[in-house]
């Protein structure tokens, strides 16, 4: 079946420091891949996606590249913010089947 | 335009009584889930529609939990009797599909069972 499996955290960075969170996934077919985000007290929120082997998705500085051969969709940010404190989860559909999330990786980013 | 709309947003009961949820999903879309958080469980899919009709329940966790879509624009989770251990945030999440579309959640219920 498919799954999602990311970093555990929490993570710590300091203020403009680089980030990524690992994603690495099992899926039937091609599925579509994401990264939501909660922020404290939220729901989840699409940040980016990517439909296909090789797309880059891209949004608030945030990159993950659909990487087939490896079967990853690793989460990069340049220089993290405060305001980028929060939980990202990586997820995957194929076919007609719902999301299925990964477990979410707490970020804290200190000034 | 609206989101997601979720009532209420927090909800204390007393176990043993019965607790409604609410969900309102963003007008158009066909596909309306349940889930639920916790720290040590995470995300959980409990039940999802496909115009209105559920489709997958098996992460429904007891018979005590029951949701229903009489229509397009309203769903509800229900427990009945509730227990401390359903403290958790609900979350309801609507797509235009099931399928290779995105999930736009609501705000969350947080449900305290004391």
């Known amino acids: 079946g498919n799954s999602v499996t990311q970093m555990e955290g929490p993570v710590t960075l300091s203020e403009e420091a680089f980030l990524t969170i690992n994603c690495t996934y099992t899926?039937?077919?091609?599925?579509?891949l994401f990264w939501y985000v909660q922020y404290p007290g939220e729901g989840l929120q699409l940040l980016l996606k990517?439909?296909?082997?090789?797309d880059k998705g891209s949004n608030k500085g945030f990159e993950a590249t659909y990487r087939k051969e490896t079967t990853s969709f690793h989460l990069e940010k340049g220089s993290v913010q405060v305001s980028d404190s929060a939980v990202y989860f990586c997820?995957?559909?194929?076919?007609?089947?719902?999301?299925?999330f990964g477990k979410g990786t707490r970020l804290s980013v200190i000034a | 335009d609206a989101g997601v709309i979720q009532s209420p947003r927090h909800e204390v009961t007393e176990m043993g009584q019965e607790v409604t949820l609410r969900c309102k999903p963003i007008?158009?879309?066909?596909?309306l889930f349940w889930y639920r958080q916790t720290m040590m469980r995470g995300l959980e899919l409990l039940i999802y529609?496909?115009?209105?009709?559920?489709?997958?329940d098996s992460g429904m966790p007891e018979d005590r939990f029951s949701a229903k879509m009489p229509n397009a624009s309203f769903s509800t989770l229900k427990i009945q009797p509730s227990e401390p251990r359903d403290s958790a945030v609900y979350f309801c999440?609507?797509?235009?599909?099931?399928?290779?579309?995105?999930?736009?959640f609501g705000p969350g219920t947080r449900l305290l069972v004391l």
């Open positions: 999440a609507s797509s235009l599909l099931a399928g290779q579309e995105t999930q736009y």
């Open positions: 899926a039937t077919g091609y599925p579509s």
């Open positions: 990517a439909t296909k082997a090789d």
């Open positions: 997820a995957l559909n194929s076919g007609n089947t719902p999301l299925v």
């Open positions: 007008s158009g879309h066909n596909s």
């Open positions: 529609f496909n115009n209105n009709v559920p489709i997958d």
